[in-house]
T-cell receptor
Framework: GAVVSQHPSRVICKSGTSVKIECRSL??????MFWYRQFPKQSLMLMAT?????????EQGVEKDKFLINHASLTLSTLTVTSAHPEDSSFYIC???????????FGPGTRLTVT | AQKITQTQPGMFVQEKEAVTLDCTYD???????LFWYKQPSSGEMIFLIY??????QNATEGRYSLNFQKARKSANLVISASQLGDSAMYFC?????????????FGTGTSLTVIP
């Protein structure tokens, strides 16, 4: 299947700082990428849907000013957690699809710890 | 209402035995897909098996099979001949509509522990 990578795989940052997480489709062009958040021992919750070249669509309850999503190219979407707090510590997973009728592929996830 | 319900937070199975992980779903869309993913401690989501709403037969993939009961809206995962490496979280997920690119709805997961 297609390959989706995330960088970094783990990141520790101090409270109040911002951190950027990258999601890349390595062997296909991803018109849409999805960002999920997973708290320990819980399910994946969709945060936002990102379409290349347009603004992301955020799920209810997700602060768009805090979780900035940029999908500037067909192979890269970034999630920036601004002014991070300990409660933002979580596992962030992206998935990518080539087109609306294409299969989705998950990235390996990024574990964020805010101290 | 929850789209996907997994009622077993944790399950234990003896090595080499079979185990069934429960999943029920809720949708009014006649076209949907049901998925099972395995998530080991590393966090990666590993696709296991897929069942389409119009598929006549239950899906099978090696040691994994899906017991699809459409009228009861259940899609239980059966793992045969359990191995120690099967210990992980298992998530049931649904995608509504015909477009394969639509978003997933995930259940809360079942933690499976295989006992030697």
């Amino acid at each position: 299947g297609a390959v989706v990578s995330q960088h970094p795989s783990r990141v520790i940052c101090k409270s109040g700082t911002s951190v950027k997480i990258e999601c890349r489709s390595l062997d296909f062009q991803a018109t849409t990428m999805f960002w999920y958040r997973q708290f320990p021992k819980q399910s994946l919750m969709l945060m936002a849907t990102s379409n290349e070249g347009s603004k992301a669509t955020y799920e209810q309850g997700v602060e768009k000013d805090k979780f900035l999503i940029n999908h500037a190219s067909l192979t890269l979407s970034t999630l920036t957690v601004t002014s991070a707090h300990p409660e933002d510590s979580s596992f962030y997973i992206c998935s990518a699809r080539q087109g609306i009728s294409s299969e989705q592929y998950f990235g390996p996830g990024t574990r964020l710890t805010v101290t | 209402a929850q789209k996907i319900t997994q009622t077993q937070p944790g399950m234990f199975v003896q090595e080499k035995e079979a185990v069934t992980l429960d999943c029920t779903y809720d949708t009014s869309d006649p076209s949907y897909g049901l998925f099972w993913y395995k998530q080991p401690s590393s966090g990666e989501m590993i696709f296991l098996i897929y069942q389409g709403s119009y598929d006549q037969q239950n899906a099978t993939e090696g040691r994994y099979s899906l017991n699809f009961q459409k009228a009861r809206k259940s899609a239980n995962l059966v793992i045969s001949a359990s191995q120690l490496g099967d210990s992980a979280m298992y998530f049931c997920a649904m995608r509504e509509g015909r477009n394969t690119g639509n978003q997933f709805y995930f259940g809360t997961g079942t933690s499976l522990t295989v006992i030697p």
